[in-house]
């Protein structure tokens, strides 16, 4: 077993046979054709404008029919500031998650950018 996995085992504070299980079955469900459903661009544009205006406007309504059922929210403070250390799932759930970022963090400035390859919101 080389240092380098039993290394990136560590930084999880996982043992290495959890992760190499883990590994396995994330590689079981790519291959497996379970993975998430990726909208065309444009529909991704369109629906971020449609966030990006609710939100700078107060729509709650508006921001309220935007999540699917079962939406999950991902972010990343970049270690500069705080996030949520797990995935936000639940239409519910994100949008209280969301609510309560609109309130620190408000998006007047915000505006439309690409990152990644993909349409994204910056501040």
Not at 21 to 48: I, M, N, Y
Not at 88 to 111: D, I
């Amino acid at each position: 077993m080389s240092r380098t996995r039993v290394w990136r085992a560590e930084i999880l504070a996982s043992p290495f046979a959890t992760c190499r299980r883990w590994h396995h079955r994330a590689v079981g469900r790519l291959v497996g054709g379970r993975g998430r459903f990726t909208p065309a661009t444009s529909d991704h544009t369109e629906l971020l404008k449609r966030f990006l205006s609710a939100a700078q406007n107060g729509d709650v309504t508006e921001l309220a029919e935007l999540p699917a059922e079962d939406a999950i929210a991902y972010n990343d403070g970049g270690g500069k500031v705080r996030a949520a250390l797990r995935p936000v799932t639940g239409r519910a759930n994100v949008l209280a998650f969301v609510a309560g970022l609109m309130s620190r963090y408000p998006l007047e400035e915000a505006r439309l950018v690409e990152a990644n390859g993909e349409p994204a919101i910056w501040p």
